[in-house]
Structures are given as structure tokens and as C-alpha cells.
């Protein structure tokens, strides 16, 4: 078996997610890994798959679903990597007045510490004309959840955001 | 003393309904100290119920001091619990020892209000919060067949978001 990253793309509308994972799995693809969500009103996938024939294949199955839902596909090879040893110990909640630069200097403070963000979500809303930008990361924070407050601190004033930190440590019963 | 074998998903058996303890005798006092073994011999070690072992009675064992310190009820031997009251909401990852090597967030009760029976038959009563609450939880929902998979929520659900959806109208109360 051989791994690949596949990528959908498309307005949104009911059925997408139907006829795409009915064109793998007719084509003998196994689905991994996957996040499918509406952005900005279109239907997002990006899912690891993996194909027992070549790629011409898979790109034939999902050529009838592509054509009746107007779809964009991009299929990238991938090697299989081991699992990744660090957990989220940290959820991060952003949300203020949009404005250029938010997510520029949350993760740029961030990336300093070494905090490896494994979920980033974020959501634009609100009146059009005073939009609400709003930001969940969740990821590792080698230091712990004290450096990571500490250093988001003073983005509070100069980006004018409210900044919440949480640890969210995962407990094993 | 011994350490029994504990289930893991896909078993079946831990999807059954667990039946209330009506013998307090010497059985059921050694089967309640395996099951506290076992739990200690767990990757977790701080909560198991009797189901996990394919005994299908409502007896849940939880003690967190590995976890708080002292700062808890120690060991509680939980028999035919009933939960009598709660509040609050707290989103947490949570892991199960009948569910190797996965994890995902659950919407718990911050704080709730246990009554049950110990070993000897008398009524217990605990008011739990915290990590000690969302370890109860967790175990007592063993005595319905649930895992904490029945009670997922997706990686974007997040309490912070969930406000905006308990706004009410405003109206006679």
C-alpha cells in the first residue's frame, strides 16, 4: 500500500463527501487521517489515503465526482511517518476586532517557545463592518502552559485580543 | 488480591448494562479489592468499574490521589452510584484503558453530587469537582455500556464557542 495526501476542493453543497469516499472506496483506497469542513463557503478535505494501484486510478474514480460537483483534486505522494510522540497540552482561545496581523504575532510569540500547534482553527464573523475574528489552536507546549500565558501576555494590549490559555492535559482512566 | 484482565473496544461486553449489587458478603468485599488492584496496575491508575473486567455490576473504584495528592476523597469504592446532582461544563481529553491508544475530548460536569454504597452496604454520599468529578463520570458511564467514544465532540466543539448558542430570549422566566 502506498500513502497519499488528498486535497478537495468545492463549493459547498450536500454530497460531497459521499461522492468522493464512494469513488476511494470503489477504487480500493483506505481513508486515514482526515479534516473536511466548509471555509468561506466552500467544502474542504484534505485526508490521507492509501491506494493499493497507481494514481492514475484513484484519479480516474474521482474523475465522475469531480466533473458532477465541480470539484478541484490535487493528489500529493506521502511517506508513511511514525506518530508523532507530542499531544496537546495546551488550548489557546484568540478572539477580537479583526485586524491585519493577528495570527502573525500569536504564533510568531508561539513558535518561539518551540509550542508545536497541532490544531488551528479560526472563524471570521460578526457585522461586515466591525468583523470578529476568532482563533482556537490547540498544541504541544514543551514549557508548559505558564510560558505559554506569559508570553501571549502582552499581544493582549498591543494587538488589542483577548488571549485565554487552558491546559488541557489528556487524562488516561 | 489479584489483577484481573480488563476488556478493550471491540469487545462487546462492555457494551452491556450493568445489574446493582444486592449481596454486601465477603465476595463481594475481595472482588471489590482485585478490582482496586487492577486499577492500580493500570497504565491510568485512577478509576475502573467492574464491567472492564467482565463483571457486570455497578461497582465503580476511582481514587486520584496519583494525580491531586491529597487534595480528593482517596480511594472510593462506589457501589450502585447514583448521580443526584451536577453542574457546570468542562470540555477534557480523556483516554480508557479498554480503549488502547486513543484519545478525544468529552464534555463532563465540573462538579457533581454521588450518593452510593460502600463495601459494607452503608450509604456514602460525595460531592466531587474537577478531575475527581470527570473520573467518576467517566466510570460510572461504564455501568451503561457507554465509552467516553459515545460522548465525543469534535475538535472544533470548544466551551468558548458554545456560548454563543446559549443566548435566550428575553421574555417572563
Known amino acids: 500500500m502506498s500513502q497519499a495526501l488528498l486535497t478537495v476542493i468545492g463549493e459547498d453543497r450536500p454530497g460531497i463527501v459521499a461522492a468522493v469516499t464512494q469513488a476511494l472506496y470503489v477504487a480500493d483506497c483506505a481513508i486515514g487521517d482526515a479534516s473536511m469542513m466548509r471555509l468561506g463557503g466552500y467544502f474542504t478535505i484534505m485526508q490521507v489515503i492509501e491506494y493499493s494501484r497507481d494514481f492514475g486510478t484513484v484519479e480516474a474514480a474521482l474523475d465522475p465526482a469531480v466533473r458532477r460537483l465541480g470539484l478541484r483534486v490535487h493528489l500529493d505522494p506521502i511517506s508513511s511517518l511514525p506518530q508523532q510522540e507530542d499531544v496537546a497540552n495546551v488550548r489557546i482561545t484568540v478572539y477580537g476586532a479583526d485586524h491585519p496581523g493577528i495570527v502573525a504575532s500569536v504564533t510568531g510569540a508561539l513558535a518561539g517557545l518551540g509550542f508545536n500547534i497541532i490544531d488551528l482553527e479560526s ?51 | 488480591m489479584a489483577v484481573l484482565p480488563v476488556l478493550a473496544y471491540p469487545d462487546a461486553r462492555l457494551q452491556r ?69 451536577w453542574e457546570g461544563m468542562a470540555v477534557g481529553r480523556e483516554g480508557c484503558m479498554s480503549v488502547p491508544d486513543f484519545t478525544g475530548n468529552v464534555i463532563r460536569a465540573e462538579k457533581i453530587q454521588v450518593r452510593a454504597r460502600d463495601v459494607q452496604g452503608r450509604d456514602r454520599f460525595y460531592e466531587c469537582e474537577g478531575f475527581e468529578a470527570r473520573a467518576v463520570q467517566h466510570e460510572m458511564d461504564h455501568l451503561d455500556g457507554l465509552l467516553f467514544l459515545d460522548r465525543l465532540v469534535s475538535r472544533k466543539t470548544d466551551l468558548f464557542r458554545r456560548k454563543k448558542y446559549q443566548t435566550r430570549e428575553p421574555g417572563p422566566a
Open chain 2, 17 to 85: 448494562v450493568s445489574v446493582p449489587v444486592e449481596c454486601f458478603d465477603d465476595d463481594l468485599r475481595k472482588f471489590a479489592g482485585d478490582l482496586t488492584e487492577t486499577m492500580y496496575a493500570g497504565p491510568g491508575g485512577v478509576g475502573i468499574a467492574a464491567p472492564q473486567v467482565d463483571r457486570l455490576l455497578r461497582i465503580v473504584v476511582v481514587d486520584v490521589r496519583p494525580r491531586l495528592g491529597e487534595a480528593c476523597h482517596g480511594l472510593m469504592v462506589l457501589i450502585n452510584p447514583e448521580l443526584v446532582a
Open chain 1, 123 to 173: 472563524e471570521r464573523s460578526g457585522n461586515p463592518e466591525r468583523p470578529l475574528y476568532v482563533m482556537v489552536i490547540q498544541g504541544s507546549a514543551p514549557g508548559g502552559v505558564e510560558n505559554v500565558r506569559k508570553i501571549l501576555e502582552p499581544l493582549k494590549e498591543q494587538e488589542g485580543i483577548e488571549i485565554s490559555v487552558h491546559a488541557t492535559d489528556t487524562v488516561l482512566f
